[in-house]
C-alpha cells in the first residue's frame, strides 16, 4: 500500500441535495466522523444555491448527492474544475450501488505532482496489490522447495569436490590434518555455490514474467532478519573455520626431540641437502619413513618456496642469515616423492625441483653410509660432489638432452656456436669462462642472464677445476 498522506478534517463541508434527510443524515456522520468543534457545515438545495455558496464561502470539501436531479452535474463540475484552492468533491449515490465518485482539486509543485503521478498511476488491480514484504505463510512453500534443491545439490557437488581426487597422496601424518580443513571447505564451496545457483535458477524458472503479468515485481527495501542473518551466519563461519585452522596448524606443528636435522638452502635454481649430524650434502632429498624431519631452510638468493603436495606442507625460504624458516613434517609413505619451488623466483622457476625419496630406515641409514664413505681423491667424483651441491644439474643434464641449460654430455671437446655467430671449442679455458662470466659466451639457443653470474663467489678454483674434470668425464 502507497504511503497514505496525513489528512487533516476538513473546515467547511458544503452539502448539496434537495433532499433534507440526506443533508441532515450527512451532517451527522460527519460529526461523529471529526468531532463537532471545528468543522463548519452548510446545506444548499438547489443549483443556484450551491454555485453561490461554493464561489463566495470557498468550502474544502463538497459532498453533492449523485442522484438529485437539482443539482446539474456537468455545471456544477466545470465550476469545480476552474478553482485553485484545494477542495475535495464526492458524489454520494444512495441508491443502486451506493458509489462515490471522488474528485480531488489541488495544485501541486512539479516535483509534487512527479509524486503524484508515481502514486496514483495504478491501475484498480495494482492499486490493491499489498506492497510490504510478502507474508510469510505463502511463501513457506517455495522456501521448503528451494531449501530442499539446496541440501541435494549441495551434496552432490561435495560428492564430485571430493571424489574425482583433487588431491594427491596423503604420505605424511600432516597431510590428514590438512585434508580434514581441504574437505571442510569443499563442503562450505558446495554449499555457497548450491545457496547461489538454486536460489538464482528458482527464481528465474518460477518467478519469470507471465503473459499480462505485472512487468515489474514488488519493490521493498529492509529486512532486519535478513540482515541479522548475512551478518551473523558469515561471522560464525569464520570464526568457526579461524579456530580450526588454528588446532591444525598447532597439530601439524608439534614437536618431535627425536626429528631428523636437514638443512636446505635454496638457489637460482636448486635445492641442496645437508645432514650436519653425517656432514653429507645431497642435491636430492633421503627420508626415513615414520620419523618426524626438521627442514633448517634458507636461500642463497630470491624467495623461494618448499612444496612437497603428497605432504601437505609448504614453506617459504628466504634470503638472509636471520630468516631461517623450519618446517617439520614425518613422511608416513615410503617412495619418490618431487620437492617443488612454489613460488616465482625467475626464470627457471619452473623447473627448480628436485627428488625427494623416503626409505625404510634400514635402507636410508645404509645411504647414510654409503655416501659419508665417499672418496673423494678422484676430481671427476668431487666434481660430481660439488655440483651436486651447488645444483647445476637442475638445469644442465648427462644424458644429452634438452634443459634450461646446455647438456654436459659430449659437451668437452665439442665445437659450440655462440650467439654472436662465432664458435670456440669447448676446453678447460671456455668451461672456466662459462663458470664464472657465463653472459660471456652464450652459446647458441640459450638466452644470457638464466645462469647465475655468482659462481666465482660460491666456488673455489679446487671445486671449478673438480667440476670441469667430471664434465670432461662424461662422453
Ligand atoms: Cu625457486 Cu621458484
Given at each position: 500500500m502507497f504511503k497514505?498522506?496525513?489528512?487533516?478534517?476538513?473546515?467547511?463541508?458544503?452539502?448539496?441535495?434537495?433532499?433534507?434527510?440526506?443533508?441532515?443524515?450527512?451532517?451527522?456522520?460527519?460529526?461523529?466522523?471529526?468531532?463537532?468543534?471545528?468543522?463548519?457545515?452548510?446545506?444548499?438545495?438547489e443549483?443556484?444555491?450551491?454555485?453561490?455558496?461554493?464561489?463566495?464561502?470557498?468550502?474544502?470539501?463538497?459532498?453533492?448527492?449523485?442522484?438529485?436531479?437539482?443539482?446539474?452535474r456537468?455545471?456544477?463540475?466545470s465550476?469545480?474544475?476552474a478553482?485553485?484552492?484545494?477542495?475535495?468533491?464526492?458524489?454520494?449515490?444512495?441508491?443502486a450501488?451506493?458509489?462515490v465518485?471522488?474528485y480531488?482539486?489541488?495544485?501541486?509543485?512539479?516535483a509534487?505532482a512527479?509524486?503524484?503521478?508515481?502514486?496514483?498511476?495504478?491501475?484498480p488491480?495494482t492499486?490493491?496489490?499489498?506492497?510490504?514484504?510478502?507474508?510469510?505463510?505463502?511463501?513457506?512453500?517455495?522456501?521448503?522447495?528451494v531449501?530442499?534443491?539446496v541440501?541435494?545439490?549441495?551434496?552432490?557437488?561435495?560428492?564430485?569436490?571430493?571424489g574425482i581426487?583433487i588431491?594427491?597422496?596423503e604420505?605424511?601424518?600432516?597431510a590428514?590434518?590438512?585434508d580434514?580443513?581441504?574437505?571442510?571447505?569443499?563442503?562450505?564451496?558446495?554449499?555457497?555455490?548450491?545457496?547461489?545457483?538454486?536460489?538464482?535458477?528458482?527464481?528465474?524458472?518460477v518467478?519469470?514474467k507471465?503473459?499480462?503479468?505485472?512487468?515489474?515485481?514488488?519493490?521493498?527495501s529492509?529486512?532486519?532478519?535478513?540482515?541479522?542473518?548475512?551478518?551473523?551466519f558469515?561471522?560464525?563461519?569464520?570464526?568457526?573455520?579461524?579456530?580450526?585452522?588454528?588446532?591444525?596448524?598447532?597439530?601439524?606443528?608439534?614437536?618431535?626431540?627425536?626429528?631428523?636435522?636437514v638443512?636446505v638452502?635454496?638457489?637460482?635454481?636448486?635445492?641442496?641437502?645437508e645432514y650436519?649430524?653425517f656432514?653429507?650434502?645431497?642435491?636430492?632429498l633421503?627420508?626415513?619413513?615414520?620419523?618426524?624431519?626438521?627442514?633448517?631452510m634458507?636461500?642463497?638468493?630470491?624467495?623461494?618456496?618448499f612444496?612437497?603436495?603428497?605432504?601437505?606442507?609448504?614453506?617459504?625460504?628466504?634470503?638472509?642469515?636471520?630468516?631461517?624458516?623450519?618446517?617439520?613434517?614425518?613422511?608416513?609413505?615410503?617412495?619418490?616423492?618431487?620437492?617443488?619451488?612454489?613460488?616465482?623466483?625467475?626464470g627457471?622457476?619452473?623447473?627448480?625441483?628436485?627428488p625427494?625419496?623416503?626409505?625404510?630406515?634400514?635402507?636410508?641409514?645404509?645411504w647414510?653410509?654409503?655416501?659419508?664413505?665417499v672418496?673423494?681423491?678422484?676430481?671427476?667424483a668431487?666434481?660430481?660432489?660439488?655440483?651436486k651441491?651447488?645444483?647445476?644439474?637442475?638445469?644442465h643434464?648427462?644424458?644429452?638432452?634438452?634443459?634450461?641449460?646446455?647438456?654436459?654430455q659430449?659437451?668437452?671437446?665439442?665445437?659450440?656456436?655462440?650467439?654472436?655467430?662465432?664458435?670456440?671449442?669447448?676446453?678447460?679455458?671456455?668451461?672456466?669462462?662459462a663458470?664464472v662470466?657465463?653472459?660471456?659466451?652464450?652459446p647458441?639457443?640459450?638466452?644470457?642472464n638464466?645462469?647465475?653470474?655468482?659462481?666465482?663467489?660460491?666456488?673455489?678454483?679446487?671445486?671449478?677445476?673438480?667440476?670441469?674434470?667430471?664434465?670432461?668425464?662424461?662422453?
Open positions: 497514505a498522506e496525513k489528512r487533516t478534517p476538513p473546515q467547511k463541508v458544503l452539502i448539496a441535495s434537495a433532499n433534507p434527510l440526506f443533508g441532515r443524515g450527512l451532517e451527522r456522520l460527519i460529526t461523529r466522523r471529526w468531532g463537532d468543534g471545528h468543522i463548519q457545515i452548510r446545506l444548499a438545495s443549483m443556484s444555491e450551491t454555485l453561490s455558496i461554493l464561489t463566495e464561502w470557498g468550502p474544502d470539501l463538497v459532498i453533492v448527492d449523485y442522484d438529485d436531479r437539482n443539482i446539474n456537468a455545471e456544477f463540475l465550476h469545480f474544475v478553482g485553485e484552492k484545494p477542495m475535495q468533491v464526492m458524489m454520494v449515490s444512495l441508491q450501488s451506493g458509489a465518485v471522488v480531488d482539486r489541488r495544485t501541486l509543485t512539479p509534487q512527479e509524486d503524484w503521478l508515481d502514486l496514483q498511476w495504478l491501475s488491480q492499486a490493491e496489490m499489498d506492497h510490504s514484504m510478502p507474508k510469510r505463510s505463502s511463501n513457506m512453500k517455495h522456501f521448503v522447495i531449501g530442499v534443491l541440501v541435494v545439490l549441495t551434496l552432490v557437488v561435495n560428492a564430485i569436490l571430493t581426487g588431491l594427491p597422496v604420505a605424511a601424518t600432516q590428514a590434518v590438512i580434514r580443513l581441504f574437505n571442510l571447505h569443499f563442503f562450505f564451496i558446495a554449499f555457497l555455490f548450491s545457496l547461489i545457483a538454486v536460489f538464482l535458477m528458482y527464481s528465474v524458472v518467478w519469470r507471465k503473459a499480462g503479468g505485472p512487468d515489474e515485481g514488488a519493490n521493498f529492509g529486512s532486519n532478519r535478513l540482515e541479522i542473518a548475512w551478518t551473523v558469515p561471522l560464525a563461519a569464520v570464526l568457526v573455520v579461524s579456530y580450526l585452522g588454528s588446532v591444525a596448524l598447532a597439530d601439524i606443528q608439534k614437536e618431535d626431540p627425536d626429528a631428523l636435522e638443512q638452502t635454496a638457489g637460482q635454481w636448486f635445492w641442496s641437502f650436519p649430524e656432514g653429507i650434502t645431497s642435491s636430492s633421503y627420508l626415513p619413513v615414520n620419523r618426524q624431519v626438521l627442514l633448517r634458507s636461500s642463497v638468493d630470491v624467495i623461494h618456496s612444496w612437497v603436495p603428497e605432504f601437505r606442507v609448504k614453506q617459504d625460504v628466504l634470503p638472509g642469515e636471520n630468516f631461517v624458516r623450519e618446517l617439520r613434517f614425518t613422511p608416513s609413505m615410503t617412495g619418490e616423492f618431487t620437492v617443488r619451488c612454489a613460488e616465482l623466483c625467475g627457471a622457476h619452473a623447473y627448480m625441483n628436485s625427494v625419496i623416503v626409505m625404510e630406515p634400514t635402507a636410508f641409514d645404509q647414510l653410509q654409503d655416501e659419508s664413505g672418496t673423494v681423491s678422484d676430481p671427476a668431487r666434481g660430481l660432489s660439488v655440483v651441491q651447488t645444483g647445476c644439474v637442475a638445469c643434464t648427462i644424458d644429452g638432452s634438452n634443459s634450461v641449460g646446455p647438456t654436459w659430449g659437451l668437452f671437446g665439442k665445437e659450440e656456436t655462440l650467439v654472436d655467430g662465432s664458435t670456440v671449442v669447448v676446453d678447460e679455458t671456455y668451461l672456466h669462462t663458470i662470466n657465463p653472459n660471456a659466451q652464450v647458441e639457443g640459450y638466452p644470457p638464466v645462469m647465475p653470474q655468482n659462481y666465482e663467489q660460491l666456488l673455489d678454483e679446487q671445486d671449478i677445476a673438480d667440476i670441469i674434470e667430471y664434465i670432461k668425464s662424461i662422453q
